[in-house]
């Protein structure tokens, strides 16, 4: 069993930055793929970028891709997601997830979910 827990969001404008931190507990976290996701209002939850156990190996949404960068601290339990240039496009609530299995894109592949962390991009 994994509790995971975001924080660090908020209200930023354009072109600004924030980071996202997801502190975990429970066992075997290292072992864990992770992943970022987001919901805008009225939208389907939607992959933002996602990381292999070992962090080593990310894969990103074209919509960030270049602006966002996933990292995790396996001593720490906790996966980052640094956000930067932001654009009104990228409010949404935030989640972060994790899943025993390798890392996806696909929301039903991961087994944990965050409560999320509000975003909000002014232009």
């Known amino acids: 069993q994994v509790q995971l827990v975001e924080s660090g969001g908020g209200l930023v404008q354009a072109g600004g930055s924030l980071r996202l931190s997801c502190a975990a507990s429970g066992r075997a976290f290292s072992s864990y793929a992770m992943g970022w996701f987001r919901q805008a209002p009225g939208k389907e939850r939607e992959f933002v970028a996602t990381?292999?156990?070992?962090?080593?190996?990310?894969y990103y949404a074209d919509s960030v891709k270049g602006r966002f960068t996933i990292s995790r601290d396996n001593a720490k339990n906790t996966v980052y997601l640094q956000m930067n240039s932001l654009k009104p496009e990228d409010t949404a609530v935030y989640y972060c997830?994790?899943?025993?299995?390798?890392?996806?894109?696909?929301?039903?592949?991961?087994?944990?979910w965050g409560q999320g962390t509000q975003v909000t991009v002014s232009s």
């Open positions: 997830a994790a899943t025993r299995f390798t890392s996806s894109v696909h929301v039903n592949d991961y087994e944990y």
């Open positions: 990381s292999i156990w070992s962090g080593v190996r990310t």
